[in-house]
């Protein structure tokens, strides 16, 4: 396994495990999570049309790309409405045995969406190692806020660190499977089905940004300066792109 490889699977596995150690430890700010789920957006939202959709048309066609997007969509459309995923406001604490049965449930949700974040991590085998790095950092970082809303409740039920750490950060494991199935996937199909994949993963990410990260970073909110944080990320990406 190369150096590059080994940093994208870190990467991509990190989020969960990350904010599950920080929900048993202590929760950061509302604000603090908030800005780095808007982060992430920015970053979403910068690579898909940036990259992805560009990716896609090159290896496609414009057609081919348009139904890749709409695909992507409407997996996640259905993937919601079948397991609603997880956003910070839901880190509240509620009493009795409710609350451990919301947090087992939103990890079971989590497991479900991460699968196809993980495939979305993998597109650099078609596209370039730079394009699996900077998708991986978004994901990571908005699985963060993900690990401290599961760990956080499920340790307030049970009162035990290791088992809310592990319970929570088992939803890493969806993540590293997507990815390891599509690395491979890619190598093997037509570029013109590459092209809808890249396309599909570029409309999940849109999806995912537009219905949960903007929503939810504004929530709670009057003033909306998270949208800066937004802004910041799509920067990010574009000054990624010079330097790199």
Same mark, same amino acid.
């Not at 081919?64 to 459309?77: D, P, R």
């Not at 599961?150 to 494991?173: C, E, G, H, M, R």
């Given at each position: ?48 049309? +940036?990259? #992805? &959709? ?11 790309? @348009?139904?890749? =997007?709409?695909?992507? !969509? ?29 947090? +087992?449930? #939103? &990890? ?11 495939? @979305?991590?993998? =597109?650099?085998?078609? !596209? ?117």
């Amino acid at each position: 396994m190369d150096n590059q490889l080994l940093l994208i699977i870190i990467i991509s596995v990190l989020g969960p495990i990350l904010g599950s150690l920080i929900g048993v430890l202590k929760k950061p700010s509302d604000r603090f999570m908030y800005n780095m789920l808007s982060f992430a957006g920015g970053v979403m939202l910068a690579v898909s049309f +940036l990259n #992805l &959709i560009p990716e896609s048309i090159a290896l496609s066609s414009i057609w081919i790309t @348009a139904a890749g =997007i709409i695909f992507g !969509s409407v997996v996640m459309f259905m993937v919601d409405r079948l397991i609603p995923h997880i956003h910070p406001q839901l880190c509240q604490q509620e009493q009795g045995k409710k609350l451990k049965k919301t947090a +087992l449930y #939103l &990890i079971v949700g989590i497991f479900i969406h991460n699968f196809p974040e993980g495939m @979305a991590i993998a =597109i650099g085998t078609v !596209s370039g190692v730079q394009s699996s790095i900077v998708i991986a950092l978004a994901i990571a970082m908005q699985n963060i806020p993900e690990g401290i809303c599961t760990s956080a409740p499920y340790y307030y039920v049970t009162k035990k660190k290791l088992k809310s750490f592990l319970v929570s950060s088992s939803t890493a494991i969806p993540v590293l499977l997507g990815f390891l199935f599509a690395d491979q996937l890619y190598q093997y199909i037509s570029n013109s089905l590459i092209g809808f994949l890249i396309a599909m993963t570029a409309g999940l990410m849109i999806y995912i940004t537009s219905d949960e990260i903007i929503p939810t970073s504004c929530c709670r909110t009057t003033d909306h300066k998270t949208i800066f944080a937004l802004i910041i990320g799509i920067l990010f990406v574009i000054l990624l792109e010079a330097l790199i």
